[in-house]
């Protein structure tokens, strides 16, 4: 009977003993599920967070991009205008000739105090409105039904003597369009800010930008102004008609007022909200860089962030209790490789997909079509930029106006975004001031002092500005720190240059240009030090010693095309090299004068 007894207390041990082993092991991976699924949800929010900013970030890069060229374009006409003051019907030219420069602006005008001119009445508005595949049309818009004075992009910058950027209006008597405009503080001979002049930016273009991609189908973006006015939002009927405040002024989770505020303050940040379905989302604010006071937001939808991973944590939970022990290791390791794949690919994408952003709107703004000229026979042009990384600060630009070509090349100190950026800005500012200006001295020290104004990191660009007459051969030019340009033809010579320091270090500095005639036949080689500082395996560069002798061979062997020199000169650099990484950006330009 004791025996009877012993064993059945034995069983009993044995059956606790198993039941607690595995409510253990169930309690253990339940926990190991509750883990995973918590360092699951942990990384998609941190990806979906990398994500947002990224897109944010590429928008707001783009965007500044957009109004920065803007503003450089009407400061550099500014002065033009000032110069003009005492002849009113003058400024219709300046007007017309920022109207068709820049394809972002659909109108331009200027809105002078009242009665500053006795001939033209109070209200004095030159305006000229540019429309695509149309020449532009010049009028006079101000007067009683159309008081300018009153308008925030008059007053404003009248009363701060500052440039600004305008709240988005619809604009019924210039450019009868949603428009923002840039307006800047024009000055008689005493310093008295007598007119503005504005540039008008169309709206149109916004929605397509911010809204050409999304992080999943439900996110949408949105964008508002400094006051709050919707300017990009999923419901089209609200945009210009509604603020943020008034289209969220009912829900019940009072975050979304913090959000207002901050966003419309220029603050950036990320916070979730509960809407009044219950449904919560996840937004991300960042101000757009710059003047104009705009507000730009990501908002994702919880529910579907986090879809896929409710699925995936249901399925788990089932195979985990089909194999307790397996399933727990499997999962712990699972969960520490899936954190640092996640973190590893989510920063990847995040910085591949900026520098290739980038880099198709730095090679977007370089000539690329040869030969770009067909149908002339008095000149040959090819050029070729090979970066070091995937943006770079190297140059080049050439166009024909007057029967004159206007030509760059340059070199911005630093590598990377930094450079790439300073290299997008000198290139709109050679075509702004170039556009009106002749003189390639002139046209640096135009450059020089834009860009030492806005130089706050201290960057420079060495440059070669050329303006060469297609009629005659001459060829005056300026050269400010650059490399030497060599001119190939019955021989090799290096084209004299005088001491220049690059564009952005001193804004006083006096460039000086000359003058050459270049013979027909010959080829004006232009090159950054990429060319000369390319190095092979054992540290050697290739140098000007290189350089010159194959010059001398191309003149030896009759090659004097553009495209032939620069295939010729890649090559023995290839050579030269030999498969060692590049340092350096490369570009050659070569011009030849037929």
Not at 287 to 296: A, E
Request: include cysteine; charge should be negative; hydrophobic fraction near 40%.
């Amino acid at each position: 009977m004791e025996e009877l007894n012993s064993k059945s207390w034995l069983k009993s041990l044995q059956s606790k003993s198993s039941l607690a082993i595995l409510i253990t092991a169930a309690v253990l991976i339940e926990l190991t599920a509750a883990i995973q699924y918590w360092y699951a949800r942990k990384g998609i929010r941190e990806e979906v967070e990398q994500r947002a900013k990224s897109e944010l970030k590429v928008v707001n890069l783009e965007i500044q991009n957009i109004m920065t060229a803007v503003e450089v374009a009407v400061k550099n006409h500014a002065w033009e205008a000032e110069q003009m003051l005492a002849q009113p019907d003058s400024m219709y030219g300046v007007l017309h000739r920022l109207a068709e420069q820049n394809k972002q602006i659909i109108g331009a005008g200027i809105t002078f105090i009242p009665n500053y001119y006795a001939t033209k009445g109070y209200w004095f508005e030159p305006y000229v409105k540019a429309e695509k595949g149309k020449p532009a049309v010049a009028s006079q818009i101000g007067g009683e039904n159309h008081d300018y004075t009153q308008s925030e992009f008059f007053s404003v910058p009248m009363k701060s003597g500052k440039s600004y950027w305008s709240e988005p209006y619809l604009d019924k008597d210039g450019a009868h369009d949603i428009v923002t405009t840039y307006g800047y503080p024009l000055r008689d001979k005493t310093g008295r800010v007598v007119a503005i002049l504005g540039a008008d930016v169309s709206l149109d273009w916004l929605d397509g930008l911010i809204n050409a991609s999304h992080i999943y189908p439900s996110s949408y973006n949105m964008m508002i102004s400094r006051t709050g006015q919707l300017m990009v939002c999923p419901e089209e009927s609200l945009v210009m008609r509604r603020t943020i405040q008034d289209v969220t002024a009912g829900m019940k989770d009072t975050t979304v007022r913090s959000i207002n505020q901050n966003m419309m303050n220029g603050v950036s940040g990320q916070t979730s909200v509960v809407d009044d379905k219950g449904e919560k989302n996840y937004v991300f604010y960042s101000p757009i860089k710059g003047d104009t006071g705009w507000s730009m937001a990501v908002v994702c939808s919880d529910k579907e962030i986090f879809r896929g991973l409710r699925q995936v944590g249901f399925n788990l939970l089932l195979l985990m209790l089909a194999g307790l022990a397996l399933m727990g290791y499997i999962i712990v390791r699972s969960v520490r490789n899936f954190n640092k794949l996640q973190t590893i690919n989510a920063e990847k994408e995040r910085i591949g997909s900026e520098l290739r952003i980038a880099n198709r709107i730095q090679m977007g703004m370089l000539p690329k079509i040869f030969p770009p000229y067909p149908d002339r026979n008095d000149v040959e042009i090819f050029a070729s930029l090979i970066p070091a990384k995937e943006v770079g600060g190297d140059l080049y630009d050439f166009y024909i106006r007057d029967e004159k070509l206007f030509f760059c090349i340059g070199d911005v100190s630093g590598k990377g975004v930094p450079a790439s950026l300073v290299m997008a800005v000198s290139r709109s500012l050679f075509r702004t001031v170039s556009g009106h200006e002749t003189d390639p001295s002139r046209i640096v020290q135009h450059m020089n002092e834009a860009m030492t104004d806005m130089n706050e990191t201290n960057m420079f660009v060495t440059l070669f500005v050329g303006v060469l007459d297609l009629k005659d051969g001459q060829l005056h030019y300026c050269n400010a720190g650059h490399c030497e340009p060599l001119l190939i033809g019955s021989e090799v010579e290096k084209l004299s240059t005088d001491t220049n320091i690059p564009a952005g270090v001193l804004g006083d500095w006096n460039y000086n240009a000359q003058t050459i005639d270049i013979k027909t036949q010959t080829a004006i080689f232009l090159y950054t030090d990429g060319l000369t500082e390319a190095k092979n395996a054992e540290n050697d560069m290739f140098g000007n010693k290189r350089l010159l002798s194959v010059a001398e061979e191309l003149t030896e062997d009759g090659i004097s095309m553009p495209e032939q020199i620069i295939h010729h000169m890649s090559e023995a650099v290839e050579s030269f090299v030999n498969g060692y990484e590049q340092s350096d950006d490369l570009t050659m330009l070569a011009i030849k004068y037929i």
